[in-house]
């Protein structure tokens, strides 16, 4: 899980990794903003839609690991502690989107990298 700081205009998302190239960023998540009302429709079972979004390089401020500061938890941890999902799972789900409850679908164990999504 990373957050991303985008420039022009200026933005943040928290989210995975899909593909990493020199043209740019592909990942799924959310804009940071969105981050409680996310935890809420997940908590509430309610449906949601990560976005996949692709960023041009020439966006990209920073991509930061998204780890505890210290006391403070992560993203990551703040989501699984309010939700009981781990976000990792539930953004690398292929269907993620049809409802905030657990899935039997499996988890691809790789992203490709063949460009962008």
Known sequence: MV????????DKFWGMILSLAPEGLSMTGIELASFEDFVVMVKDGEVFSPAVVFFPMHR?????LDLPDG??????????AKTGRDPAVLLGSRDAGISGQQSS?????AHSAEGPA
Not at 3 to 10: F, S
Not at 73 to 78: E, H, I, K
Request: charged fraction near 20%; proline fraction near 11%.
């Open 3 to 10: 957050v991303v700081t985008l420039g022009n205009p200026r």
């Open 71 to 80: 006391s403070l938890p992560s993203l990551s941890q703040r989501f699984l």
């Open 60 to 64: 990209i401020e920073r991509i930061e």
């Open 105 to 109: 679908a499996k988890v691809p164990a």
